[in-house]
């Protein structure tokens, strides 16, 4: 992954987590690790969650062939029951980001946002300009910054509460995902 420099990726990190749990009332766990590949593909994966923009050969095969110039991907792995077991995010090591409205870069924090939404195990929304839209731009496409996909929309809370409740329920919260993210300088 290419950085602007001064682009600080654990709060940008921490703040995408920190949106869906103002949605879901679910608390991210993130701490950092040596583990730079993501999981192989296959009915189960390493049991460790992974976010990962390491240019290694394992996690460059996740950008197949129309996928190369996607900035990043999320791989799920499910349990026997059919829940979600382990998710790797995976950032393309050949795009650039930023997390300031760098012309050209993607926006970091659209980005995990996005795929923190893979990560719940949210689909793809056919609305533009929400969350989990499948496209996304490059800062400047109209001389704008594409910080939009930082906030949830409607849809967006919806299919998080859907899957996960709201904060504001009358129940406590008895989620807890917790992950791993490797520190790449």
């Not at 999981?39 to 996740?62: E, K, Q, Y």
């Not at 995990?112 to 929400?130: A, C, D, N, V």
């Not at 299919?159 to 917790?178: K, L, N």
């Amino acid at each position: 992954m290419k950085l602007r420099p001064g682009t600080d990726v654990m709060s940008v990190v921490r703040r995408s987590a920190d949106t869906w749990s103002a949605a879901t009332g679910l608390e991210f766990v993130i701490v950092s690790t040596d583990i730079e590949n993501v999981s192989r593909s296959g009915p189960a994966g390493d049991g460790i969650n992974l976010i990962t923009a390491a240019p290694t050969d394992a996690n460059s095969r996740v950008f197949a062939s129309g996928t190369e110039d996607a900035p990043a991907t999320t791989r799920l792995f499910y349990g026997r029951q059919g829940y979600i077991s382990e998710a790797d995010i995976v950032l393309n090591s050949t795009q650039q980001f930023s997390d300031d409205g760098t012309f050209g870069t993607f926006d970091l924090e659209s980005i995990m946002t996005h795929e923190i939404g893979h990560l719940l195990g949210l689909e793809h929304s056919p609305i533009s300009g929400t969350v989990m839209y499948p496209q996304h731009a490059k800062n400047g496409l109209f001389a704008e910054p594409t910080f939009w996909g930082r906030n949830l929309f409607a849809s967006d809370l919806s299919a998080a509460r859907t899957a996960y409740g709201s904060p504001d329920a009358d129940v406590e919260c008895c989620f807890r995902i917790e992950g791993n993210l490797p520190l790449i300088g």
